[in-house]
């Protein structure tokens, strides 16, 4: 890779990641990572382990499947309608919506569901179906500040099962990586930048 010289955009970098990192609440260089199990989306409803129904018009609101269902009683309750359904964790078997003594309406497939929804005004959706990538250490997500995890892990929930959680790990076996973290947490980058000019 090319050398550049330092910027004034590294030098706020750097800054800002030892203030992060001195909030930490060991002392030690430690990392965290995410423990539990992951989701796994692009599957059908037939070689799945669960689904999530996300709203299309709000996309920080998502479901799992059985809690998207109590949802959307109460929604369609609350509208003075009579609700009966019945469903698994990943299928729709029915749903019948009493409209008025003369109108009872029965649905049997989740996209006639999602339509019926979408016209009358109780929003839209979509489902996505998953499987679990059964492994106790997610490896892939790791993070050198306990708050920057949990963000993470916040932000994208729906890709996480409920048992997901953050953990915190000593550089015990990286002695490079232990010291690049006491390099960030010490050197007084100001004074760094000052000497330059």
Same mark, same amino acid.
């Not at 949802?71 to 609350?78: A, F, K, L, P």
């Not at 499987?131 to 963000?151: G, H, Q, W």
């Given at each position: 890779m090319k050398k550049r010289e330092i910027s004034k955009k590294d030098?706020?970098?750097?800054? =800002?990641?030892?203030?992060?990192? @001195?909030?930490?609440?060991?002392?030690?260089?430690v990392f965290y990572t995410l423990v539990g199990t992951e989701k796994e989306y692009g599957f059908n409803k037939d070689s799945c382990d669960g689904a999530t129904v996300f709203s299309l018009k709000d996309p920080e609101k998502s479901w799992e499947f059985g809690e998207?269902?109590?949802?959307? =009683?109460?929604?369609?309750?609350? #509208?003075?309608? =009579?609700?009966d359904m019945s469903f698994t964790d990943t299928i729709l078997n029915y749903i019948t919506i009493k409209v008025s003594d003369e109108t009872v309406v029965a649905i049997s497939e989740l996209d006639e569901m999602f339509k019926w929804l979408d016209k009358n005004a109780f929003g839209s959706y979509e489902v996505?179906?998953?499987?679990?990538?059964?492994? *106790? @250490?997610?490896?892939?997500?790791?993070?050198?500040?306990?708050?920057?995890? =949990?963000?993470?892990?916040?932000?994208?929930?729906?890709?996480?099962? *409920?048992?997901?959680?953050? *953990?915190?790990?000593?550089?015990?076996? @990286? *002695?490079?990586? #232990?010291e690049l973290i006491k390099l960030i947490k010490s050197v007084d980058f100001l004074k760094l930048k000052e000497l330059e000019k």
């Open positions: 030098f706020d970098f750097l800054c =800002e990641l030892q203030r992060k990192i @001195n909030l930490e609440k060991s002392d030690e260089p998207f269902f109590d949802y959307i =009683e109460e929604q369609i309750t609350g #509208q003075g309608y =009579e609700v996505l179906y998953y499987r679990l990538r059964k492994e *106790s @250490n997610l490896i892939d997500t790791v993070f050198l500040t306990e708050k920057e995890a =949990e963000e993470h892990l916040k932000k994208y929930r729906d890709y996480y099962s *409920s048992d997901t959680y953050v *953990s915190c790990h000593p550089f015990r076996c @990286n *002695s490079d990586l #232990q």
